[in-house]
């Protein structure tokens, strides 16, 4: 799978999105000057496009272009921004699709096998925004900021420029479906049997 951030961007994303949560005073750095106001901006856009018409998200994309890593098209960040918004508690190294197929104390998984194929086959940039909200709303809020964007700018990357050359084990959505059917699915027999049918 294609790394669309480095990890200095990577790093950068979690410094923006904390200066959106601004709790703990002013962060220090290029997003010293973002506040709980821009993260509520974010929260209203029902369209990535309406993200592209707030200042948070340009700091970020000019942040971005100037640490070490590839370049991001506005529009893809711009879902991304959106997305990364409904997150309230970054969590390192928590993966966004294991998480979805986490049983978190009951015997079903975060979130419902028919929801999250719903989210795996949109058929636009739209939809698509939309599921990954109520995804990340389903989670509590709670995952790896830096991982999930560079997950969003993978899956609008394979939306926009479809390649049948790529192999299916480095695309998302296969990345994706083995994460959450790992988590979702019984380990044995034995612990299927203990289920209730």
């Not at 703990?24 to 106001?37: E, Y």
């Not at 084990?169 to 083995?178: E, G, N, S």
Request: with cysteine.
């Amino acid at each position: 799978m294609k790394q669309f951030l480095s990890e200095p961007q990577q790093a950068l994303v979690v410094l923006w999105w904390n200066g959106l949560q601004n709790e703990n005073g002013r962060p220090a750095g290029p997003f010293a000057m973002l506040t709980h106001g821009d993260r509520a901006q974010l929260r209203r856009c029902a369209l990535p496009d309406d993200v592209l018409l707030l200042s948070s998200l340009h700091r970020l994309a000019q942040a971005l272009q100037k640490a070490d890593g590839p370049a991001v098209p506005l529009s893809a960040l711009a879902l991304a921004a959106g997305v990364l918004s409904h997150v309230t508690d970054h969590i390192p190294g928590k993966d966004f699709a294991r998480a979805l197929g986490s049983k978190n104390g009951t015997d079903r998984p975060c979130m419902s096998e028919l929801r999250f194929q719903q989210l795996q086959t949109c058929r636009d940039e739209v939809a698509f925004f939309r599921q990954a909200r109520r995804a990340v709303d389903l989670l509590g809020g709670t995952t790896d900021v830096g991982r999930l964007a560079n997950d969003l700018l993978n899956w609008v990357h394979e939306y926009r420029q479809p390649d049948p050359a790529l192999p299916p084990a480095q695309r998302l959505k296969l990345r994706w479906a083995t994460l959450y059917y790992q988590a979702a699915l019984p380990e044995s027999a034995d612990e299927q049997a203990r289920q209730p049918s």
